[in-house]
């Protein structure tokens, strides 16, 4: 069923080919480098992950507030319409003010944190 000199012929060439120099030369530290870069791009990953939940879990508690606000409350979303448009610089400015801290809090330091913990180990 199998032809068995296929496979030999294939583990002969694997054979050579490991017992063969490669023809460079890695460095001594090439794996804690390595594992130094792969830990930062992970770190980096998940802590984008947890600020994209942290502005979700806010986005959706100020989009219930509003519903609550304009259908359990009664309020008038024409009024809510107008104070934001008449508002609109201070409101942009708010919520840039609080993305920009939520983003350096939760992001930046936590990575310079864990790259200073990484650089002096």
């Keep these: 069923m199998l032809d068995n000199g296929k496979y030999n012929e294939n583990n002969k060439w694997l054979v050579d080919a ?42 959706g508690i100020l989009v219930i507030l509003g519903v609550v606000q304009i259908f359990l409350v009664g309020a008038d979303w024409k009024d809510w319409l107008d104070f934001v448009t008449k508002n609109l610089p201070v409101v942009i400015g708010v919520s840039f003010l609080s993305i920009f801290i939520l983003f350096t809090d939760r992001v930046l330091l936590r990575y310079f944190l864990h790259r200073s913990k990484i650089d002096t180990i």
Excluded at 32 to 48: H, I, N, T, V
């Design 18 to 59: 490991l017992k063969s120099e490669p023809g460079f030369v890695l460095p001594d530290n090439f794996a804690d480098r390595m594992a130094e870069k792969m830990s930062r791009k992970f770190a980096w990953g998940q802590y984008l992950r947890e600020f994209g939940v942290y502005v979700g879990v806010v986005a």
